[in-house]
Structure formats: C-alpha cells, structure tokens
Nanobody, 126 residues
Framework: QVQLVESGGRLVQTGGSLRLSCAASGRTFSNYNMGWFRQAPGKERDFVAGISWSGTVYYADSVKGRFTIARDDAKSTVYLQMNSLKPEDTAVYYC????????????????????WGQGTQVTVSS
C-alpha cells in the first residue's frame, strides 16, 4: 500500500504561482512513477504531468511551459510547480502512483495508477 497526501492548494490570482506537494508513505517511493491529474467541476479527470521512476517527465499540452513536475526520492515527495496560472487551471488536483512499465506509453491514462491522494483544491481568480 502507498498513502499519498497532497498539499499546497489555495486561492490565487491569475498569473500567480503555486507549488503543490504530494507526500508518499508505505512502499518504496523510488519504484513508482508519479502523476498529477486534475478535475474541474462537471468535467472528467485529466492528466496534468507525470514523472517516471527514473526522472523522465511528461506534460499535458495545456500546461507545457508553465508547470514543472519534480520528485525528491529522499523525501518521498513529488512536486508540481505551477506558474502563470489561469482561471482554467481551477480544479481539484490529485497525485497518483503507478508501477506501470513502460510508463512512457501509459502516463496519461489514469487506469494505470494504483494509488491516489485525496486531492487539493486550486482556485485561480480572474
């Protein structure tokens, strides 16, 4: 079992920045690929960013150049740095852990993630 706890979500103005954190506990964090997803009200859950166990990163087109995913295996934590935030970034953000191999062909698919956090709310005001 892996337990994931997100933090860092809050209300921010358009153009602002936030850093989300996801702390993991349980099994060996370094073995897991980690992803960030988000779900806006009335919409499906969408892939935002992913980082493989070896550090390869992937981004949704909508956040490329604005968001950065990083991991610190020593702290069992994955981060999502979000810059130049827009109102359309408003959503509940979830982190997730996956043992899927190869991750390069599946990172965007929420079905390959085994564990999920409870989510953290990000609201971007216009």
């Amino acid at each position: 079992q892996v337990q994931l706890v997100e933090s860092g979500g809050r209300l921010v103005q358009t153009g602002g920045s936030l850093r989300l954190s996801c702390a993991a506990s349980g099994r060996t964090f370094s073995n897991y690929n980690m992803g960030w997803f988000r779900q806006a009200p009335g919409k499906e859950r969408d892939f935002v960013a992913g980082i493989s166990w070896s550090g390869t990163v992937y981004y949704a087109d909508s956040v490329k150049g604005r968001f950065t995913i990083a991991r610190d295996d020593a702290k069992s934590t994955v981060y999502l740095q979000m810059n130049s935030l827009k109102p359309e970034d408003t959503a509940v953000y979830y982190c997730a852990a996956s043992r899927s191999r190869p991750y390069s062909t599946a990172y965007y698919n929420d079905n390959v993630y085994d564990y999920w956090g409870q989510g953290t709310q990000v609201t971007v005001s216009s």
